[in-house]
């Protein structure tokens, strides 16, 4: 009996200290409150707000027009692989308009029935990789090729580019454009990218690809293109399982399912040289 009333006695201690500690807080919190309620807080005024939009105005003014340039043309870039469906839905709409189905009829005769330059590369215009917008395009990132060997312009390649990333800029900027000095580096080397061939299918901007140089991932296309020495083709090896795969700070290589290109190297007597990009899972 003596335990148990000694028990209650601690357990009644417990009890007054937590309802002590209870009001305690109580009364901190309307001291607070009652603070609060005394103190003026000044709202701002026009001057204040017009400062901060002078500060936001100088801000944006002062980006520098090369700057500008190099996002604008990332932008544009990026921006035609959201108008496939516009090209599309704008070549349906003009077979019903007339007289512009006089034009489009025949064009899309030609882009689906007797154009075969996506596997011959003879659409490819130096003019058009070598303009300035390139340079912008890749220096935005930035983009640097470095050679580490020498390559005989009297032989045949092809380039394995590694990883994928998302939309493989650094294969566009450095094989695919001048933007990064590819023919100076290797002179002699008439390089083509390799892509999917539904994106020659594309009304309109398939002649961009065209000129570009880029040809069709189709044995085909290798077996032209290589049929004479000082020929290469960029194969960015991983494709679309790879992009997948694609993370920031991470490589991951994807190759059990995907030799064909080793497999035309063979046939084709071309050399094959690895390339690889740091930072192009980080875009």
């Not at 011959?120 to 220096?139: Q, V, Y």
């Not at 020498?150 to 493989?168: E, L, R």
Request: contains cysteine; glycine residues 8%; positive net charge.
């Amino acid at each position: 009996r003596e335990r148990d009333a000694e028990r209650e006695r601690c357990r009644e201690r417990e009890m007054q200290r937590e309802r002590d500690a209870e009001r305690k807080r109580e009364g901190e919190r309307d001291a607070g409150r009652d603070r609060l309620a005394g103190t003026e807080f000044p709202l701002p005024n026009s001057s204040s707000f017009h400062r901060v939009s002078s500060v936001m105005h100088i801000s944006i003014v002062n980006v520098p027009w090369e700057r500008r340039m190099q996002t604008m043309a990332v932008a544009s870039f990026v921006g035609t692989l959201f108008l496939n469906v516009l090209a599309f839905m704008w070549s349906f709409t003009m077979l019903f308009m007339f007289p512009l189905n006089l034009v489009i009829i025949p064009y899309l005769t030609w882009v689906f029935v007797i154009d075969r330059s996506r596997l011959t590369g003879t659409r490819k215009s130096e003019w058009f990789r070598s303009l300035s917008w390139w340079k912008h395009f890749s220096n935005f990132f930035p983009v640097k090729l470095i050679k580490t060997a020498p390559i005989d312009p009297d032989g045949k390649y092809i380039f394995g580019y590694h990883p994928h990333g998302i939309i493989s800029y650094g294969a566009v900027c450095a094989f695919g454009t001048e933007g990064c000095g590819f023919s100076k580096l290797f002179p002699g080397i008439d390089i083509h990218m390799v892509t999917l061939n539904q994106n020659f299918f594309i009304p309109f901007l398939r002649e961009v690809w065209l000129s570009l140089g880029l040809c069709s991932a189709d044995k085909k296309a290798f077996h032209n293109v290589l049929k004479k020495s000082g020929k290469a083709m960029l194969v960015v090896v991983g494709g679309a399982a790879e992009s997948l795969k694609s993370k920031p700070g991470h490589i991951e290589l994807v190759l059990s399912n995907r030799k064909g290109f080793v497999r035309q190297a063979l046939v084709s007597e071309a050399s094959l040289v690895p390339v690889l990009a740091f930072g192009e899972t980080d875009v």
